[in-house]
């Protein structure tokens, strides 16, 4: 079946991939149009992607993470907007602050439930909602809430409130909060999937696999060599990609691991939750 891609499909790839422009008309011919099997498609082939670049595409909106009093329990929620000039306004900014002390005081069991709450001034948080876009006239919407309960749970918010980061301890402790803070600041700046190799989902893993043996295949490796090959780039994979495997970003000598163990001998993280714009 042929498809049409018009010059703004292509220009989208190659803004979020950073590839050639050529490349991505090709990479989406053959994905019949699908974006992300198109991203896949040049990863095969041996892209090396930007992903800072579809950065640049994040929509607008305030992302808000909080903790309760005695920071057992974390949110994250995220109030989206079409432009930079609502998210940065101080009423947006704060209308997002009162749903985030919604959820954290009241601990909804999911998003639709959070929508459902009282809101001063409104019926419920949705009708605020609703209220903010009859009176600003651009799309927002209560897109993201996120919740996280462990002994102890600290947070971070990005500059601009951009990203916000709920990370959960295994123990609590005061001295544990600077480690905790920039175990989230990790997460806000490198975006792991998984906490530790054993979380990632079995279809990432599969489809990492798959790109590894495509892309080992592309250079014209042995066919008897590519499982091992797509082994030995997995654990790549897994030191990228899974927070406790991670380099500490702010000390390159330490996983994220031995900086939690430098801390207390069993520290640990038993989960976390990041949301960004976009």
Not at 23 to 39: M, S, V, Y
Not at 192 to 211: F, M, Q, W
């Amino acid at each position: 079946m042929s498809i049409t891609l018009s010059a703004a499909d292509v220009k989208n790839l190659r803004d979020a991939t950073g590839a050639g422009m050529m490349d991505c008309k090709a990479a989406l011919t053959e994905a019949n149009g699908d974006f992300e099997a198109a991203i896949d498609i040049l990863r095969k082939k041996g892209q090396k992607l930007s992903v800072k670049r579809a950065d640049r595409e994040a929509k607008e909106g305030v992302v808000i993470a909080s903790v309760n009093a005695d920071k057992t329990k974390g949110i994250v929620v995220k109030l989206s907007s079409e432009t930079d000039f609502v998210s940065k306004n101080e009423d947006f900014v704060n209308t997002t602050k009162k749903i985030a002390q919604i959820a954290i005081d009241n601990y909804p069991a999911d998003l639709e439930a959070l929508l459902a709450l009282p809101y001063e001034g409104s019926a419920s948080v949705a009708d605020k909602v609703t209220d903010l876009v009859a009176a600003i006239g651009e799309k927002i919407g209560l897109t993201n809430y996120e919740k996280i309960e462990a002994p102890q749970v600290e947070f971070y918010i990005h500059m601009g409130n951009k990203a916000g980061v709920i990370v959960g301890l295994n123990k609590a402790n005061d001295s544990f909060t600077d480690a905790g803070r920039n175990v989230a600041m990790q997460v806000a700046a490198m975006k792991p999937v998984a906490v530790d190799r054993g979380d990632v989902d079995t279809s990432l893993i599969n489809k990492e696999l798959e790109i590894g043996m495509e892309q080992a295949r592309a250079e014209g490796k042995p066919e008897a060599m590519l499982e091992k090959i797509a082994q030995g780039k997995l654990e790549r994979f897994y030191k990228d990609n899974t927070l406790l495997n991670q380099q500490f970003v702010k000390d390159g000598s330490l996983t994220i691991s031995a900086y939690l163990k430098s801390v207390d001998k069993d520290l640990s993280v038993t989960g976390f939750r990041h949301v960004m714009l976009g």
